[in-house]
């Protein structure tokens, strides 16, 4: 680990140094009233070859020491504020987490302290019991090492076989998407199934417990809701949608004895995944702001129950640096 972490940053930091000081002054001139609100779900230990897009520990420590050097970093509930007086200062950015992952208190919250950067976590509350989402539990079949060959019939897929990493990633990539809009209880039956005709073993919890989820909250990371069962709300009537949204503000209030002012909506693509109905139950159960994951920064202009973020995939500072400003230089 320290051999990753200190070669990328010794590296970025000696030579493209004098570009993320000339991005920062950039920034301060273009980047007022302009908020970058980053999206992260995990952060693992080492590498997963079926996740290869989550960050590792290392990468997310140059991700925050390049927020700490370059920007502003500001709690989301903050800059919401901000947003709503006109008064937000430049290279301002916001760090979220969603879904509600161990690996949020266990990997990042600690880089963040290091790093004094305030952060969001928004938990689905229904996966604080031990169980695992039902996109994780569909990766980790398809990723058992141990299985060469897949029964597929609760997808009246018949048998695949699987070989290399890349067969099991593009496996995944043909399912997840047609699962994702189905109905969440169908959704974790037909996983179930998957599981029972395969005799397959659930991974361990990649979840928060309830304890862990006030641990973290008091460590001082802000506590977001997302829902119980990360549903598409859109797909559900609107007494349901009420439900989901509600119950997961009153566990974690109840869990972490802080009110809990912002929402994120599952999935987050507005028209599919939410809709006007969402946010105006979103706006009744009392939540102060809301994020989505439309890609892009937010203004005093956007609606702050549907502000823009964005996941932040570059794995080399200078990229990084340069997209988060250039995002900021197309509004
Ligand atoms: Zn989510």
């Known amino acids: 680990m320290a051999h990753g972490n200190t070669g990328t940053v010794v590296a970025a930091g000696s030579t493209v140094k004098p570009l993320h000081w000339l991005l920062k002054r950039t920034g301060e001139v273009v980047g007022g009233n302009k908020l970058s609100i980053l999206i992260y779900h995990q952060v693992i230990e080492g590498t997963d070859p079926m996740r290869p897009d989550n960050p590792a520990a290392d990468e997310f420590r140059w991700n925050m020491k390049l927020l700490r050097d370059y920007f502003n970093p500001i709690s989301l509930a903050k800059a ?7 008064d937000l200062p430049a290279n301002s950015v916001c760090v979220t987490f969603d879904d509600g992952y161990l690996n949020n208190l266990q990997i990042a919250q600690p880089i963040l302290e290091t790093f004094s950067i305030p952060a969001t976590v ?7 019991n031990g169980s695992n989402m039902w996109n994780d539990r569909l990766i980790d079949l398809i990723g058992n090492p141990q299985m060469t060959s897949l029964h597929l019939n609760a997808l009246d ?18 399912i997840l998407p047609g699962l994702k ?3 969440y209880c169908q959704r974790e039956k037909i996983i179930d199934a998957l599981y029972l005709e395969n005799g397959a073993q659930e991974a361990s919890r990649k979840m928060m417990s309830q304890d862990e989820i006030a641990l973290l909250a008091q460590k001082g990371v802000d506590i977001g809701a997302h829902t119980v069962d990360h549903p598409i709300l859109k797909s559900l009537h609107a007494e349901e949608q009420r439900h989901q ?21 599952p999935n987050g693509k507005p028209g599919s995944d939410y ?56 509004f």
């Open 80 to 86: 919401a504020q901000h947003l709503r007086n006109r």
């Open 122 to 128: 928004f938990v689905a509350t229904g996966f604080c």
């Open 157 to 174: 897929m018949g048998s695949v076989k699987v070989s290399s990493w890349e067969s099991r990633r593009k496996l995944v990539d043909k």
């Open 181 to 183: 809009y189905q109905e």
């Open 245 to 265: 949204i509600e119950d997961s503000k009153a566990l974690l209030e109840k869990l972490t004895g802080f009110p809990v002012t912002g929402f994120a909506y």
């Open 275 to 330: 809709d006007a109905t969402t946010v105006q139950i979103v706006k009744e159960t009392g939540f102060e702001y809301a994020v989505s994951t439309t890609r892009g920064i937010s203004t005093p202009n956007t609606n702050r129950f549907e502000l823009n973020r964005f996941t932040p995939w570059d794995k080399n500072p200078g990229k990084f640096h340069v997209r988060m400003l250039r995002d900021t230089m197309e």
